[in-house]
């Protein structure tokens, strides 16, 4: 009894090909950038972080201190603290090109990371209800 055929090692090879070749034109057209940081509280815009200002800093959001967030100077900012019961939001790591996003749902707090300048209408949008 086969288990694979050889058109499905085909199909599965130039899946996994395609997948990274796609990482990577993700990696050359987001790295290179200019982005900015925006975090959102249920669902208003909070505040804005500049990512390219070559300076470390921890900070939160007057509307809800207990979620502490970290900007590094390599221009990558992620949650630092949370008093959220499951710390996915924390779990998630660094972001620093555009397109990426952390939340911390109980806490209603979406962070995301969005290309510098003019917002255009194909650019991601978040809405947390």
Request: proline residues 4%; glycine residues 6%.
């Amino acid at each position: 009894m086969k288990f694979f055929r050889k058109s499905d090692i085909i199909i599965i090879a130039v899946l996994l090909v395609g997948s990274v070749l796609g990482w990577f034109i993700y990696q050359a057209v987001f790295k290179k950038q200019a982005a900015k940081a925006e975090i959102y509280y249920y669902s208003e815009l909070a505040k804005t972080i500049e990512l390219d200002t070559g300076a470390e800093k921890i900070f939160s959001i007057s509307q809800d201190p207990h979620v502490i967030f970290h900007l590094y100077p390599d221009g990558s900012i992620r949650f630092e603290e949370s008093d959220c019961p499951d710390k996915i939001c924390i779990n998630a790591g660094k972001l620093q090109m555009a397109g990426q996003n952390a939340a911390c749902l109980p806490n209603g707090i979406v962070l995301k990371i969005v290309p510098k300048g003019k917002a255009r209408e194909e650019d991601l949008d978040i809405i947390v209800r």
